[in-house]
């Protein structure tokens, strides 16, 4: 009775034995695939990033040369009314020809430090500009 509780015993490990060397197998093999996945998932989105920036800087550039185009028509406008009429109203166009032309990065800025200054009336139009859109996009 004793060998064949011994023998009982050795099958048993080595069905344990076996057991633990198909799971660590199994283990390896899922952390290469897993690390195959995160490889290719890290190249998609870069790649992902790559195409969103470059689209980014274009449009980007093109706003900035709409934004010159559209200051030089103003100035041009500005030009004409100064000839004809000499008034504030020409010096508005001026004015606003030389906001324009310091491009959407000033205009970001003079943004924020708006915002910073009115937090809560900010705050208001933005929650009133969603409401809007919102509205607007189910309609």
Same mark, same amino acid.
């Given at each position: 009775? %004793?060998?064949?509780?011994?023998?009982?015993?050795?099958?048993? =490990?080595?069905?344990?034995?076996?057991?633990?060397?198909?799971?660590?197998? %199994?283990?390896?093999?899922?952390?290469?695939?897993?690390?195959? #996945?995160? =490889?290719?998932?890290?190249?998609?989105?870069?790649?992902?990033?790559?195409? %969103?920036?470059? &689209?980014?800087?274009?449009?980007? =550039?093109?706003?900035?040369?709409?934004?010159?185009?559209?200051?030089?028509?103003?100035?041009?406008?500005?030009?004409?009314?100064?000839?004809?009429?000499?008034?504030?109203?020409?010096?508005?166009?001026?004015?606003?020809?030389?906001?324009?032309?310091?491009?959407?990065?000033?205009?970001?800025?003079?943004?924020?430090?708006?915002?910073?200054?009115?937090? #809560?009336?900010?705050?208001?139009?933005?929650?009133? &500009?969603?409401?809007?859109?919102?509205?607007?996009?189910?309609?």
């Amino acid at each position: 009775m %004793a060998s064949s509780t011994s023998g009982m015993k050795n099958t048993g =490990e080595t069905y344990a034995s076996d057991a633990k060397d198909k799971g660590n197998a %199994a283990m390896d093999k899922a952390k290469e695939v897993g690390s195959q #996945v995160m =490889e290719k998932a890290s190249d998609m989105a870069s790649n992902v990033a790559q195409g %969103a920036r470059k &689209v980014t800087d274009n449009l980007s =550039e093109k706003a900035e040369n709409a934004m010159h185009a559209v200051s030089s028509g103003i100035r041009q406008v500005g030009d004409t009314i100064r000839e004809h009429v000499p008034s504030r109203v020409s010096d508005t166009f001026d004015s606003t020809s030389r906001y324009l032309e310091r491009g959407l990065g000033g205009m970001g800025e003079d943004l924020t430090g708006l915002v910073r200054r009115n937090p #809560v009336p900010a705050l208001l139009c933005a929650a009133a &500009v969603g409401f809007l859109l919102a509205r607007a996009s189910r309609s």
